[in-house]
């Protein structure tokens, strides 16, 4: 077993094949007690890799190790939000759509017109979002799907935007009552009545203090100067 | 009749949402939004009722006449029967 913080949460973790053991090293710790254990029998990730034969067996500690990490954070008043994060001046924006909308390709271009140091990927596929003293993070974990593109850090959650292709680019402050449902399609849904009450707390409490948006973009320099100028929180 | 089980209703952000649970979220996988008399409605219909006790309930509620009222009712009515929600 492994020592893991993610998300300021003592993860005590099984793993041993390399995509994880690579993605995880930037948040080896150490403590004496954890909040979170992991662990995924070997004969277990041989059974979820025979129903999913699509995956290697190394995806398959990845992918599942990830899923359980985002069930249990629902108690430690967080959630997972499919999306890309970029961090810029002290806050992170995060860019949510289906896979293969283009969520990575809108914050890489952040980075190619603000510049690498300026715009960091916190996590490009899976960052964590948790209430910690109050306030909203939005936290790096090793999970960050196909990319290795994530940060051991946390921001401000300056800003939610559900992304959409559009040959116009277009944003909008979109109402919690248009996001939840957006939200929902891109989060982990827990089937357990206590579960998805503490997820409805949360979600309660962050979309209340949370920016909003619809974005509707190209691949311009354009789309980045449309979303970030409306967006940024560092005025 | 009454809604289904396996249905929470929730305000998220000072919006009603109904989210499944459990045994709902096999048959369906959405979120629902509802307004201000949907919420109303839909609360009453965790219970059994009938829609005669529902207009009522609604009439007293809300500055609504009777006409009205029920056209509301049985709106909302056919979009659960539609959705599958409601157990007659």
């Given at each position: 077993m492994k020592k893991l913080k993610v998300a300021d949460i003592n993860v005590l973790i099984k793993y041993g094949y390399p995509t994880l053991i690579k993605q995880a090293e930037a948040y080896l710790s150490d403590f004496d007690k954890e909040n979170i254990r992991i662990s995924i029998p070997d004969e277990e990730l041989v059974r979820l890799q025979a129903e999913n034969p699509h995956l290697s067996i190394d995806d398959v500690e990845y992918i599942f190790t990830g899923a359980a990490f985002y069930e249990s954070i629902i108690n430690f008043n967080g959630f997972l939000l499919h999306s890309s994060g970029v961090c810029v001046n002290g806050w992170a924006y995060l860019f949510s759509a289906d896979?293969?909308?283009?969520k990575s390709t809108h914050t890489g271009l952040w980075q190619k017109y603000l510049g690498e140091d300026a715009a960091k990927i916190i996590n490009d596929d899976k960052p964590a979002i948790r209430i910690v003293d109050g306030k909203n993070y939005v936290y790096g974990t090793p999970w960050s799907g196909k990319t290795d593109q994530n940060l051991n850090i946390r921001m401000p959650l300056g800003a939610i935007v559900f992304l959409e292709r559009s040959k116009e680019n277009f944003i909008q402050p979109i109402s919690a009552q248009d996001a939840i449902p957006k939200l929902f399609q891109q989060t982990l849904r827990p089937r357990d009545p206590a579960q998805m009450n503490k997820l409805l707390d949360v979600l309660d409490k962050v979309l209340s203090e949370t920016p909003l948006y619809r974005l509707g973009c190209d691949m311009s320099k354009e789309a980045v100067d449309l979303s970030f100028n409306t967006i940024r929180r560092d005025k | 009749m009454k809604i289904k089980e396996g249905f929470l209703l929730r305000t998220v952000a000072g919006s009603n949402i109904v989210v499944p649970i459990g045994a709902g979220s096999i048959d369906f996988s959405g979120v629902i939004t509802l307004n201000e008399v949907g919420a109303f409605l839909w609360k009453l219909l965790e219970e059994p009722t009938n829609k005669e006790a529902m207009l009522e309930k609604l009439t007293a509620e809300y500055d609504v006449d009777t006409e009205t009222a029920s056209k509301d009712i049985d709106a909302f009515l056919a979009k659960l029967r539609e959705a599958n929600l409601l157990d007659d």
């Open positions: 896979s293969g909308t283009g | -």
